[in-house]
């Protein structure tokens, strides 16, 4: 089946961290540029972090600036979103996306669903003490 796969997620304290990792599924992932999004239930869908397919840039929401950091390995195929300092208000299902180099057309990358190929089952994040 072609799609993201994301994991990592998990209950982690106030100001702990976690590393999410996404990875292709049925399709060459260095031709695919990389979008974190999280979500709630019954809520809106909202873009945390994009990377470019080759890595070389990268956006961030404001909140997360500064905390968050996403990355990739396209040998092995896999994107990583380091989550530090987090807070309650991280709490969500994380997912990520992929948006093929010919609609990657914005620099730095869009952390928008438009453009999107691929979607993925979502892992969740839980801050809590």
């Known amino acids: 089946q072609t799609q993201t796969v994301a994991s990592g997620g998990g209950l982690v304290r106030p100001g702990g961290s976690l590393r999410l990792s996404c990875v292709a599924s049925g399709f060459i992932l260095k031709d695919y540029e990389i979008v974190w999004f999280r979500q709630a239930p019954a809520k809106e869908r909202e873009g945390v972090s994009c990377?470019?397919?080759?890595?070389?840039?990268?956006n961030y929401a404001d909140p997360v600036k500064g905390r968050f950091t996403i990355s990739r390995d396209n040998a092995k195929k896999m994107v990583y979103l380091q989550m530090n300092n987090l807070t309650p208000e991280n709490s969500d299902s994380y997912f990520c996306?992929?948006?093929?180099?010919?609609?990657?057309?914005?620099?730095?990358?869009?952390?928008?669903?438009?453009?999107?190929?691929?979607w993925g089952s979502g892992t969740l994040v839980t801050v809590s003490v």
């Open positions: 990377i470019s397919f080759n890595g070389m840039n990268t």
């Open positions: 996306a992929a948006r093929p180099i010919y609609r990657a057309l914005k620099v730095p990358c869009e952390m928008t669903p438009g453009g999107v190929d691929y």
